[in-house]
């Protein structure tokens, strides 16, 4: 197959088929009728159509590609080999990460490693992109909310993994398959809010930068100790401080390895709030109710408003504008419009 074929063949090819292509023989075409599942190969074929479409077609394809799939930074054209890397990471079990999708649309990712501050052992990785790829999955979502179990947020990478995994080789690969992830993470059309309870550090200061937004209790504190690690924000984090805190706070914030208290976290606009609550049930409650008044509303729009916003973080002008054009194309004269001039024409009169 070739992988420079035309944007109009790969979205006919990915619009969903009923069964594996590769189920099928080699010499069929793909149906364009109903959706099923794609086997493994199969996936990574389109995945790697996709990722040869965004270096080689024009921006409006760019833009479309960027919200159809969940595409990631880094592939083998990189030098990133993402089975291997997989391998490795197995090897170091503990913990979980577990997710609770609520009625209401807002879903619950809860860093669950207690014994160790909710430190990222090697399968809970794994474990987040498995939650991520769920999560977009799902379409009647609107909201999320990342916390730490047992009143701590998380404490970044688990150190045993942190010492086995000990080449310059093998940090770069766990660089990129974290940034893969949270980069995924940050594009789900859902508003995300990091839940801050107990301490948000190294890593896990940086999972927190991938969220739309930031709440913390006021015993909570933020701190990148990256520096007295002997590196540098691994996970993407420096880049995403950068753009919510300006680069003069993020320099101040990462060569200090400032530890960020509520209070001050608030006054250089790292967090949006500071929750009452401490007790773990309490605040996670203040936290729904706070998330609650962005994401009121059909799914679509949320959805949709989402979309449009990051359009504007990763891409130019003249493409953001396009995928804002586009987007409203999916929702004007719909359903929660028509039903929202109804309803406004019923009040006037």
């Known amino acids: 197959m070739d992988f420079s074929a035309s944007s109009l063949e ?19 075409h793909f149906p364009v009728l109903g959706r099923g599942t794609l086997c493994r190969a199969t996936q990574s074929l389109l995945s790697e159509m996709a990722r040869s479409l965004l270096k080689t077609s024009p921006n409006p394809v760019k833009t479309k590609l960027l919200h159809q799939i969940g595409l990631s930074l880094y592939n083998t054209s990189h030098g990133f080999h993402e089975e291997e890397v997989k391998k490795k990471l197995e090897q170091f079990p503990g913990g979980s990460v577990d997710l609770q ?8 990712l809860t860093l669950n490693n207690p014994s160790k501050m909710n430190a990222f052992s090697g399968v809970m990785m794994l474990q987040l992109l498995e939650k991520v790829i769920e999560l977009e999955n799902w379409t009647e979502g609107k909201g999320l909310i990342v916390r730490g179990a047992k009143n701590t947020f998380s404490s970044g990478s688990d150190l045993h993994a942190v010492k086995a995994l000990g080449t310059p080789e093998d940090g770069v690969a766990l ?3 974290m940034q893969n992830t949270l980069t995924r993470f940050m594009r789900l059309p859902l508003i995300s809010v990091a839940l801050v309870q107990g301490r948000a550090l190294g890593g896990g200061a940086e999972v927190t930068t991938a969220c739309d937004f930031r709440l913390m ?13 002997g590196i540098i924000p691994s996970w993407g984090g420096a880049t995403r401080l950068v753009e919510i805190i300006g680069s003069r706070e993020a320099l101040k914030v ?38 609650q008044q962005f994401i009121k509303g059909p799914p679509e729009v949320i959805r949709a408003l989402k979309k449009s916003v990051s359009s504007c973080k990763e891409l130019c002008l ?21 039903e929202a001039v109804a309803r406004k024409g019923k009040f006037n009169k």
Do not use: Y
Request: proline share 3%; aromatic share 4%.
């Open 10 to 28: 790969f979205q006919t090819a990915t619009r969903g088929v009923r069964r594996c292509p590769c189920e099928a023989g080699p010499q069929a």
């Open 175 to 177: 660089c990129m398959f």
């Open 101 to 108: 999708k609520e009625n209401n649309g807002i879903g619950i």
């Open 318 to 338: 003249e493409d953001a504008l396009q995928s804002e054009r586009d987007l409203l194309g999916t929702l004007w004269g719909g359903p929660a419009n028509l």
């Open 254 to 291: 990462l060569s200090g390895a400032l530890k960020l208290d509520s209070e001050k976290a608030l006054r250089i606009g790292m967090v949006e709030d500071i929750l009452q609550s401490s007790d773990e049930t309490e605040c996670l409650q203040e936290a729904q109710e706070w998330l």
């Open 217 to 229: 209790t006021t015993d909570s504190e933020i701190r990148f100790v990256h520096k007295e690690m």
